[in-house]
């Protein structure tokens, strides 16, 4: 939001706290009734990351899911690159 729309990261931290009794209501309840989970975070690799270009994924899947098959993103080492479409979803 910050490098696509302008906002300031101030701004997108109040905009977050403002919905998190919401979401400790109502969204992460629903973590434990899911199949999937995707987490989407600030990486741990680059200590004091103010750009907050890189990120964090994690996949959670529930095991013994009819028709659900392992998925595995990228292997080991993998590089990827990723550049915004501009579009707002």
């Not at 998925?71 to 990723?82: C, I, K, N, Q, R």
Request: charged share 30%; aromatic share 8%; net charge negative.
């Amino acid at each position: 939001d910050m490098e696509e729309r302008g906002h300031s990261l101030e701004s997108i931290k109040a905009s977050i706290g403002a919905r998190k009794l919401d979401f400790d209501a109502y969204v992460d309840p629903q973590k434990q009734y899911a199949d999937v989970v995707i987490e989407v975070l600030p990486t741990q690799l680059i200590p004091d990351d103010n750009e907050r270009k890189v990120l964090r994924v994690r996949l959670v899947m529930k095991e013994g899911v009819k028709y659900f098959n392992p998925v595995y993103l990228f292997d080991e080492g993998s590089t990827v690159l990723w550049i915004p479409c501009g579009r707002k979803l």
